[in-house]
């Protein structure tokens, strides 16, 4: 038995037993949404097997600091079949000075990845947040482009053939900056227009012309005013730059969600989704997690309403067929962002991803069981 095969088998014995705990106690599934009634899954398949059986990938972010925490490490094996760093492909962890690259932390993730047979993604050669301190003060309109075709040419160049999608531009809607083409006025904008956009894609498209290449993008699920203008916004863009012949192959749409109330209308995320994959696309679900910040104390309450939330959304987005990954925000609330970017006022632990703290299976598990083993095979 090889070592994914022993974790996958140690982390499953150990979640099996919570899995039964959880069966066990059958209305702390339910009690928060009657009519949610999740049966304990017959067999116990992880998610990664549950989604792979499909042929979904799931998986989850990480960061180097979790590789210190073995039990963790046996659960995120046990469960994924894909890793996403949160924060070491960004600029700010790979440029410590314009002259130099520091791929050591990014390096880590990549062996925890081979070692286990995870896929890596590679998240973000651009995007407008998380730039270094000299970025504003060493990028100008004159050494921009060239700056951006290196710092491109040698990330995706270094894992050529070893990590085989990347987010290429991430976040570059945002109609609130009163652009008419909706796209958000980041530094690279500011810099060399918008074609910036079909720089990146092409550079990355000749440095390892096998790797998927997605536009990733947030904010596009609620059925809002500002939601909406953001679908308008990157349906456009997208259409634009299919149409210039740009090597944009999926769309990744982050999925940061909230519990507290139903905010998606099936039909209009699904025929956003659909739009795009009637432009030849395939979509990322990269960054599923749920808020249960603004939900009642009550740990059980808050795992329903969580697992609620999980199941209707992944079994909406599931039903378009060009769905072809889920990624969680991380996998246990041991580790998430929302503890630090969306907290509860009344100081309680955030539970918002499908393991808890101590690495046992929640009501969220279960229900993005439930939509895998529901989903349609791919
Ligand atoms: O690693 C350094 C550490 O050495 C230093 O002492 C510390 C000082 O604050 O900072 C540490 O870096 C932090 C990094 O996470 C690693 O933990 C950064 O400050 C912090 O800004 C960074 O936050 C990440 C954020 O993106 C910005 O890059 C979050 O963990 C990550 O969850 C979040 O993820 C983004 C996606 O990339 C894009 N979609 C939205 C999502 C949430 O904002």
New binding site residues.
């Given amino acids: 038995m090889d070592r994914r095969g022993f974790l996958r088998t140690a982390g499953g014995a150990i979640a099996g037993l919570a899995l039964f705990g959880l069966s066990k106690s059958k209305n702390r599934w339910t009690s928060g949404s009657p009519e949610l009634n999740f049966k304990p899954p017959s067999t116990n398949l992880s998610l990664y097997e549950r989604a792979a059986t499909k042929g979904l990938v799931y998986g989850a972010?990480l960061?180097?600091?979790h590789l210190r925490d073995a039990k963790f490490l046996a659960s995120f094996v046990t469960e994924c079949g894909a890793l996403v760093p949160?924060?070491?492909l960004?600029w700010?962890?790979l440029r410590p000075c314009p002259e130099s690259f520091d791929f050591t932390?990014a390096d880590k993730l990549l062996a925890f990845a081979k070692r286990h047979g995870l896929i890596m993604h590679g998240?973000?050669l651009l995007?407008h947040?998380?730039l270094p301190a000299w970025f504003h003060e060493t990028v100008t309109r004159a050494n921009a482009e060239r700056i951006l075709i290196d710092h491109i040419e040698t990330v995706v160049g270094r894992y050529a053939g070893l990590i085989p999608s990347w987010?290429v531009v991430?976040?570059p809607v945002y109609p609130g900056d009163g652009r008419s083409d909706g796209l958000r006025t980041a530094p690279w904008l500011e810099l060399l227009g918008r074609e910036y956009i079909e720089t990146a894609f092409h550079v990355a498209n000749s440095t390892d012309p096998r790797a998927q290449l997605v536009l990733?993008d947030?904010r596009v699920n609620y059925t809002t005013r500002d939601q909406e203008k953001r679908r308008r916004s990157l349906l456009k863009l997208l259409e634009w730059l299919i149409g210039r012949g740009v090597p944009v192959h999926v769309l990744g749409v982050?999925a940061?969600l909230w519990a507290d109330e139903k905010r998606f209308d099936v039909a209009v995320l699904q025929r956003f989704l659909q739009e795009v994959a009637d432009m030849g696309l395939d979509i990322y679900i990269?960054?599923l997690d749920v808020s249960d910040q603004r939900l009642p104390p009550a740990i059980d309450v808050r795992d329903s309403a969580v697992a609620r939330v999980y199941y209707d959304y992944v079994s909406a987005v599931l039903a378009v067929p060009a769905v072809k990954r889920v990624m969680t925000?991380?996998l246990s609330d041991r580790y998430?962002?929302f503890a630090?970017?969306r907290p509860r006022s009344d100081g309680l632990d955030v539970r918002p991803l499908p393991l808890n703290a101590n690495l046992e299976r929640k009501p969220a598990w279960a229900a993005l069981a439930a939509a895998f083993d529901a989903a349609s095979p791919r």
């Fill in positions: 972010a960061k180097t600091r949160e924060f070491e960004k700010s962890a932390n998240h973000t995007w947040r998380s987010d991430n976040e990733n947030t982050q940061h990269s960054e925000w991380g998430t962002w630090e970017s």
